[in-house]
């Protein structure tokens, strides 16, 4: 309402202005100006040119008396524009006070932290904050492919242990992978996706590490999330970068050969999500180790929620790291450091397990007391004591943007696959329920997100494989990738209805579903991802300009610091300045004039992703510039803001992804869903965003430059979820792309491949049927209430040939065994004959 308010004040005004001061020449004007903000050109040329056009102006414009005081007060701000082009006065009179009053705002911050917000690269999220992303960066990107050995790895081991995995005998009866599973995946390389070959592992790029764990958890979760642990931030990913050589020959090789089970722990009763605030200490002193006494670590600590721990022969361990004596050097406090600890060590207790929500993938508690241990189990030696926390976060730039995603999205595409089909085969009031408006959009629903998914987790694969370590887009991946594997899953489950709750061997959905919490809490738990992380990181690492205004600040050579601050500062007044005229441009022509390289079906979607980008530019500049530090509390504002950022950033990937694929005209109606679902949320995330800004003035100007014709982006409509939901509902190519990677094959324990066979029938079955209705049923002909009596019947009245109702009979059998689920006999579901005594069930807290 304000902005709408303050929109028709300043257009009042400006028709005002425009009427006085000499009507089309004053329009030229304000056009040129607009222009050349909105091309964002450096200050000086801006300047120029401004003289030249005001020049122009004073001479050919109207020359009433309001007009002459509009004319004198352009005059004023172009002298003040000059005299911003003399560096060496604005520095002393603006920079250099302006940077006093901003260093005592600055939250002061130690070496780790700052080398912690370093950490990674800055890669399409960066583009995403500038207002004017250079497409050419994202498009020429080369598609991520697989090498002929990662597709052999897929066709050979990975589909063997698909085929091994039996996920109802791993849940419910045997709560654990059976041995042979172990030995499989431990022989076959599964847990050395990320060794390198020169130490016996399998090198993969980080796009075929994540197609094998899209395919396993197509089948098992328990097995995918065992599979990713060790291929993720663990043991030997940090020991890949940051190990000695010596500790780096002990231990890949074992690694890769499956000789040892790694497990990564860090997470303790007391400190979850704060993770940096672990008590778990290692205390440098002297002790006998091996029958020597040398200078080694006392460690004390009480871990939780570690995965493959009961498992695991080898910890690696985070804890903070404490040299009292000052046997090492003059520090105390030497910081957050990672170690490998191997599990007999004399002290550690370990081997319980939690029961993860019914997906039960190794997961335990470990506790050490006293546990004495050398100085070189460190992590690359004791010259990277205190490190821990910088290779922890620089690594989980990689690993949070492959296992998790990876794990979700096979999870999504195996249930879009089964949905898709199950609603074809599953009849009522004499329709397929995937043909119901009700039904179809929420096929829709999950196809347009599985969709964005998967191109969301094999982009950024790629650009891995390109050599970037994205850390903003793995806290984006992370987040909303599993969120939308939580609705995909939620999804599922209500177009199968009482199908999907019913627990048993006919039922493969119901532990996917059970396993999205698992997604949602473990790497950074999603609340806290998305409320502190996503935003928090991407505004001060991936602005053009605000890292480089704290680096200058806290420059310890002053002059240095005053030049590039002053550079930063007036560069950022610029950019500023610039977005707020190019989201109101954009927002007016609805973005289309804005250029973009790619022309075809998909242009408009770039074109309003550089509109989003420009406004959301403008506002976290807006924001940042008045709520400061204060912006970290308001984490609404914040989250809002990083929704607006990560919707860009996947409608980016879908975009990218469809371009990867070939431009498939068949899947532009699932393209136009995810685009038009990802911009709408951002276009609302901005809203809310404007409507909770504390400052209500300043709402109501940012609202005047993001939405001078209010809120016009438009969700998908039902027709377009009609489209996307059918080329699911039926076997098409565009199916079998968004599903590719799962494991479909036709064999008897695999609903998936048995789904498939169904669905395919129904393009002999269903005309049958039909003509059995209209033919038998309509004409009275056929009375039997039953398919089977009906079939009978049909074929006695010459409706339908004995070939045909053989064929009728073959889909409705197949169709029934996969509709039907399982019954038990009351004491099959016992899993004790007496309960366990109170006192026997220990929890992990009481134990720490
Ligand atoms: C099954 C499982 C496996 C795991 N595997 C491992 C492992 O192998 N190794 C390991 O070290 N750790 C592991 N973890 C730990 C995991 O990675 C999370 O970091 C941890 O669970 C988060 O701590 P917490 O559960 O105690 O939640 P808490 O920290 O208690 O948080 C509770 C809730 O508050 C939210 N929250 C907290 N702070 C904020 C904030 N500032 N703003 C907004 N929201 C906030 C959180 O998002 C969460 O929703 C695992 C956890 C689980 C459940």
Same mark, same amino acid.
Request: aromatic share 8%.
């Given at each position: 309402?304000l902005g709408a308010i303050?929109t028709l004040?300043?257009?009042?005004a400006?028709?005002y202005?425009i009427g006085?001061?000499g009507?089309?020449?004053?329009?030229?004007f304000?056009?040129a100006?607009?222009f050349?903000?909105?091309?964002?050109?450096?200050?000086?040329?801006?300047?120029?040119?401004?003289t030249l *056009?005001?020049?122009?102006?004073?001479?050919?414009?109207?020359?009433?008396a309001?007009?002459?005081?509009?004319?004198?007060?352009?005059?004023?701000?172009?002298?003040?524009?000059?005299?911003?082009n003399?560096?060496p006065?604005?520095k002393?009179?603006?920079?250099?006070?302006?940077?006093?009053?901003y260093?005592?705002l600055?939250?002061?911050?130690s070496q +780790?932290?700052?080398?912690?917000?370093?950490?990674g690269?800055?890669?399409?999220?960066?583009e995403?904050?500038?207002g004017a992303?250079?497409?050419?960066?994202?498009?020429?990107?080369?598609?991520?492919v697989?090498?002929?050995e990662?597709?052999?790895?897929l066709?050979?081991?990975?589909?063997?242990?698909?085929?091994?995995?039996d996920?109802?005998?791993i849940t419910?009866?045997?709560?654990d992978?059976?041995p042979?599973?172990?030995d499989?995946?431990k022989?076959?390389?599964?847990?050395?996706?990320i060794?390198p070959?020169q130490?016996?592992?399998?090198?993969?790029?980080?796009?075929?590490h994540?197609?094998?764990?899209?395919?396993?958890?197509s089948?098992?979760?328990?097995?995918?999330?065992t599979?990713?642990?060790p291929?993720s931030?663990?043991?030997?990913? *940090?020991l890949?970068?940051?190990?000695t050589?010596?500790?780096?020959?002990?231990?890949?090789?074992?690694l890769?050969r499956?000789?040892?089970?790694?497990?990564?722990?860090?997470?303790?009763?007391?400190?979850?999500?704060?993770?940096?605030?672990?008590?778990d200490?290692g205390?440098?002193c002297?002790?006998?180790?091996q029958g020597?006494e040398?200078v080694?670590l006392?460690?004390?600590?009480?871990k939780?929620y570690?995965?493959?721990?009961?498992v695991?022969?080898? /910890?690696?361990?985070?804890?903070?790291?404490?040299?009292?004596?000052?046997?090492?050097?003059?520090?105390a406090d030497?910081?957050?450091?990672?170690?490998?600890?191997?599990?007999?060590?004399p002290?550690v207790?370990?081997?319980r397990?939690h029961?993860?929500?019914?997906i039960p993938f190794?997961?335990?508690?470990?506790?050490?007391?006293?546990?004495?241990v050398?100085?070189?189990v460190?992590?690359?030696g004791p010259k990277?004591?205190?490190s821990?926390?910088?290779?922890?976060?620089?690594?989980?730039?990689?690993g949070?943007?492959?296992s998790?995603?990876?794990?979700?999205?096979g999870?999504?595409?195996?249930?879009?696959?089964?949905?898709?089909?199950?609603?074809? /085969?599953?009849r009522?009031f004499?329709?397929p329920?995937?043909r119901f408006?009700?039904v179809?959009?929420?096929?829709?629903?999950?196809?347009g997100?599985?969709?964005t998914?998967d191109?969301?987790r094999?982009?950024?694969?790629?650009?891995?494989?390109g050599?970037?370590?994205?850390?903003?887009?793995s806290?984006?991946?992370?987040?909303?990738? +599993?969120?939308?594997?939580?609705?995909?899953a939620?999804?599922?489950?209500?177009?199968h209805?009482?199908k999907?709750?019913?627990?048993g061997?006919?039922n493969?959905?119901?532990?996917?579903?059970?396993?999205?919490?698992v997604a949602?809490?473990?790497?950074?738990?999603n609340?806290?991802t998305?409320?502190l992380i996503?935003?928090?990181q991407?505004?001060v690492?991936?602005?053009?300009?605000? *890292?480089?205004?704290?680096n200058?600040a806290?420059?310890?050579?002053?002059?240095?610091?005053?030049?590039?601050?002053?550079?930063?500062?007036?560069?950022?007044?610029?950019?500023?300045?610039?977005n707020?005229?190019r989201s109101l441009?954009?927002?007016? +022509?609805?973005?289309?004039?804005?250029?973009v390289?790619?022309d075809?079906?998909?242009?408009?979607?770039?074109?309003?992703?550089?509109?989003?980008?420009?406004?959301?530019?403008?506002a976290?500049?807006?924001?940042?510039?008045?709520?400061?530090?204060?912006?970290k509390?308001?984490e609404?504002?914040?989250?809002?803001?990083?929704?607006?950022?990560?919707?860009m950033?996947?409608?980016s990937?879908v975009?990218k992804?469809?371009?990867?694929?070939g431009?498939?005209?068949?899947?532009l109606?699932?393209?136009?869903?995810?685009?038009?679902?990802?911009l709408?949320h951002?276009?609302e995330?901005m809203?809310?965003f404007?409507?909770n800004?504390?400052?209500?003035?300043l709402?109501?100007?940012?609202?005047f430059?993001?939405f001078p014709r209010?809120?016009?982006y438009?969700?998908p409509?039902?027709?377009?979820?009609?489209?996307?939901?059918?080329l699911?509902?039926d076997?098409?190519?565009?199916r079998e792309?968004?599903?590719e990677?799962?494991?479909?094959?036709l064999e008897?324990?695999?609903?998936l491949g048995l789904?498939?066979?169904?669905?395919?029938?129904t393009?002999?079955?269903?005309p049958?049927e039909?003509r059995?209705?209209?033919?038998?049923?309509?004409?009275?002909?056929v009375?039997?209430?039953?398919?089977?009596?009906q079939i009978q019947?049909?074929i006695?009245?010459?409706?339908?040939?004995?070939t045909?109702?053989a064929?009728l009979?073959?889909?409705?059998r197949?169709t029934?065994e996969? /509709?039907?689920?399982?019954?038990?006999?009351?004491?099959?579901l016992?899993?004790?004959?007496?309960?366990?005594?109170q006192?026997?069930?220990r929890?992990?807290a009481?134990?720490a």
């Open positions: 309402m303050v004040l300043l257009v009042a400006a028709a202005a006085q001061a009507g089309l020449i004053t329009l030229l304000v056009a100006v607009v050349l903000a909105y091309r964002r050109l450096s200050l000086l040329v801006f300047t120029a040119t401004f *056009l005001l020049a122009a102006y004073t001479l050919l414009g109207a020359s009433s309001p007009a002459g005081v509009w004319k004198g007060f352009l005059w004023v701000i172009l002298a003040a524009l000059w005299l911003l003399l560096r006065l604005r002393a009179i603006i920079t250099r006070p302006f940077m006093k009053a260093l005592k600055l939250p002061p911050m +780790t932290e700052r080398e912690a917000l370093e950490a690269t800055v890669w399409w999220d960066g995403l904050f500038t992303p250079k497409w050419p960066k994202l498009l020429s990107a080369k598609p991520p697989l090498s002929a990662e597709q052999a790895f066709d050979g081991p990975c589909e063997e242990l698909c085929r091994m995995l996920d109802w005998h419910h009866e045997l709560g992978l059976p042979a599973v172990w499989f995946m022989s076959r390389g599964f847990f050395a996706m060794i070959k130490y016996g592992g399998l090198e993969f790029s980080a796009y075929a994540s197609c094998v764990l899209v395919k396993i958890a089948r098992s979760t328990t097995a995918s999330s599979v990713a642990v291929n931030l663990g043991p030997a990913e *940090l890949n970068h940051y190990g050589q010596e500790q780096k020959d002990y231990y890949l090789p074992r890769a499956g000789e040892e089970v790694p497990c990564f722990a860090l997470t303790g009763p007391r400190a979850g999500s704060d993770a940096a605030s672990i008590p200490t205390i440098v002297r002790g006998i180790w020597r040398i080694g006392k460690l004390n600590f009480s939780r570690i995965t493959l721990a009961p695991a022969t080898v /910890i690696g361990l985070a804890f903070r790291m404490f040299d009292p004596d000052r046997l090492l050097g003059d520090r030497l910081g957050i450091t990672c170690a490998l600890i191997p599990r007999n060590t002290g207790t370990i081997g397990r029961f993860p929500i019914n190794q997961n335990g508690p470990i506790q050490g007391k006293d546990v004495f050398p100085l070189d460190i992590i690359g990277m004591a205190g821990g926390w910088r290779m922890l976060v620089e690594q989980l730039s990689v949070r943007c492959i998790l995603p990876s794990n979700a999205t999870g999504a595409k195996a249930g879009v696959w089964a949905t898709g089909a199950y609603a074809r /085969i599953r009522q004499n329709m329920v995937g408006e009700g179809e959009s929420v096929i829709a629903r999950m196809v997100l599985t969709y998914m191109a969301a094999s982009v950024t694969a790629g650009a891995i494989d050599g970037e370590k994205p850390s903003v887009p806290a984006m991946l992370k987040y909303h990738v +599993t969120e939308m594997g939580r609705q995909v939620n999804d599922a489950l209500d177009v209805g009482g999907g709750i019913c627990l061997p006919r493969y959905l119901a532990r996917g579903y059970e396993s999205v919490p949602i809490t473990v790497e950074g738990a609340l806290l998305r409320s996503i935003f928090g991407g505004a690492r991936c602005h053009p300009f605000v *890292l480089r205004e704290m200058a806290r420059n310890p050579d002053r002059t240095q610091g005053v030049d590039e601050f002053d550079r930063a500062l007036f560069g950022h007044v610029g950019f500023t300045i610039s707020a005229f441009v954009m927002a007016l +022509t609805h973005a289309r004039l804005t250029r390289p790619v075809g079906q998909t242009t408009r979607y770039f074109q309003h992703i550089v509109r989003f980008s420009a406004s959301f530019a403008f976290v500049d807006v924001a940042m510039l008045t709520l400061g530090g204060y912006l509390k308001k609404n504002l914040s989250a809002r803001l990083g929704d607006v950022l990560s919707c950033y996947l409608a990937m975009l992804h469809h371009e990867n694929q431009r498939q005209n068949q899947d109606p699932i393209v136009e869903w995810a685009c038009r679902h990802l709408y951002a276009q995330q809203h809310g404007l409507r800004f504390p400052n209500r003035p709402a109501g100007l940012m609202r430059f993001i209010g809120r016009t438009s969700a409509g039902d027709r377009l979820g009609r489209q996307v939901a059918s699911v509902t076997s098409t190519d565009s792309r968004l599903c990677y799962i494991y479909w094959t008897p324990t695999n609903p789904l498939q066979e169904v669905l395919l029938l393009r002999t079955a269903e049958i039909k059995i209705r209209v033919e038998g049923v309509k004409t009275g002909k009375t039997a209430l039953d398919l089977p009596g019947q049909a006695a009245a010459g409706i339908i040939t004995e045909e109702g064929a009979r073959d889909y409705d197949k029934l996969l /509709i039907n689920v399982d019954d038990f006999a009351p004491d099959e016992s899993r004790r004959a007496e309960p366990v005594p006192s026997q069930a929890s992990s009481h134990v």
